[in-house]
Structures are given as C-alpha cells and as structure tokens.
C-alpha cells in the first residue's frame, strides 16, 4: 500500500529565509498531490494542488514541485514570516487513479523566528 | 460562507461511555469525510459519504463505530464503547464535487479523550 514519507523533526528557520518541506510516497505515482497546513488546534486547510503532468505550481509565496522519478514532491515558502509557523501536511490518492481517498503524511512542523 | 461546523469540540469521558460527535458541512458539498488525528501524525480517514451513501467504511472499528449521514447533510459519528486508545481529534472535512482532485474543507475537529 502507498506510504506517505514527511520529515519528521521540526523545521527551524529565520525570517525572510526560504523554507522547504519534503514530501516522498513509497510505491505508485498518484494522480495528485496536495499541501495542507494546519495549525494547533484546527483542522488543516488547504493550500496547493499538483497533478501528476505538472512539474510546479505556484501560488503567492507558496511553490510545490512533483517529480515522479524520484517520488516526490517540494513545498517551498518563500520569504518565510512568523505567520508561516505551522504543520505542513502532504496529501495524495491512494491509488495511481483517482479513488478519492486521501492519505495523509504526518506532517512536517516549521517555526520561522524572527 | 460558512465552513465545516463540528461538536463538541472537547470532549472528555471514561471508557466504555458511549459518544457522539456531530458535523455540518459546507452548504452543497455532497462528499462528507469523518478523520481521526492521533497526535503528531496526519489524519485518517475512517468513513467517506457521497450524498447519504457510505462509499469507503474500509477503515471504520465496525465493533465499537458507527455513523450516519441522514438525508445526505449532517452527520454523526458515534463510538459505543470508547476505549481509552480512541483518546484522538475525530475531524470531519466536506468537498464539493465527486472525487477528482478533491480539496477538502476540515471543520475544527472535536478532541476525545477517555480516562
């Protein structure tokens, strides 16, 4: 069965540095993949969306790549704020076509200190 | 537009107690997902509804859970009787249109935990 495969020891960075949290899946390429974030306390919420014929999506500050050679995907905050401190949950399929069933890694946290 | 509404959202009981978590999801979202989060790992999905329909229960302790989603809006997710490894955040999330690239909304979550 797919695995899901985040880095689990916190992310510690400065303001205005950029930051990048990996994300590996162990056996077939999904469909899709999604970024999460959440905060203590609420539930996540998303952020990005990458299918699989696309290299790199963006969005303001925000950047994930998807390289399925090496089964994985990139997210990339750049220019990293204090807001941006939180747990950064990666998402995809179950199955390489679209079952609509999400697994989820178990995220990976980022302080950005000012 | 308001999103996914969940209650309670704590809620603290001794095992073998029965529970009840309740969810609304966003206004025309046909797909309803109940998750359970334990600390420090992602959720996972234990029950998917398309409309009233329960379309993935795969994942759901058929012994102690269950759950419904009467006329295809809320939901409950019940457990009956907790055991103290249900201590966890049970998330409810809701999406819009079938499952292809379904970005999914998540209510706040409700915290269990059983003494």
């Known amino acids: 069965s797919q695995k899901i495969e985040q880095n689990s020891e916190a992310l510690n960075i400065q303001e205005g540095k950029t930051a990048t949290l990996t994300c590996n899946y162990t056996?077939?390429?999904?469909?899709?993949l999604q970024w999460y974030r959440q905060d203590p306390g609420r539930g996540p919420v998303f952020l990005l969306l990458i299918r699989e014929n696309e290299k790199e999506k963006r969005k303001e500050r925000l950047k994930v790549t998807f390289d399925t050679t090496l089964k994985q995907s990139l997210f990339h905050i750049t220019a990293s704020q204090p807001a941006d401190s939180a747990t950064y949950l990666c998402?995809?399929?179950?199955?390489?076509?679209?079952?609509?069933?999400?697994?989820f890694g178990q995220g990976t946290t980022l302080q950005v200190k000012p | 537009e308001a999103g996914v509404v969940q209650s309670p959202r704590y809620k603290i009981i001794e095992k073998k107690q029965p529970v009840a978590f309740w969810c609304n999801p966003i206004?025309?979202?046909?797909?309803l997902y109940w998750y359970r989060q334990n600390l420090g790992q992602g959720p996972e999905l234990l029950i998917r509804?398309?409309?009233?329909?329960?379309?993935?229960d795969s994942q759901l302790p058929k012994d102690r859970f269950s759950a419904e989603r009467l006329k295809g809006v809320d939901s409950t997710l019940k457990i009956q009787p907790a055991e103290l490894g249900d201590s966890a955040v049970y998330l409810c999330?809701?999406?819009?249109?079938?499952?292809?690239?379904?970005?999914?909304?998540f209510g706040p979550g409700t915290r269990l935990t059983v003494l």
């Open positions: 998402a995809l399929d179950e199955g390489s076509s679209n079952t609509g069933k999400l697994i």
């Open positions: 056996n077939y390429s999904p469909a899709y």
């Open positions: 206004s025309g979202h046909n797909t």
């Open positions: 509804y398309e409309n009233e329909e329960a379309v993935d």
């Open positions: 999330a809701s999406s819009s249109g079938g499952r292809y690239y379904n970005e999914q909304f």
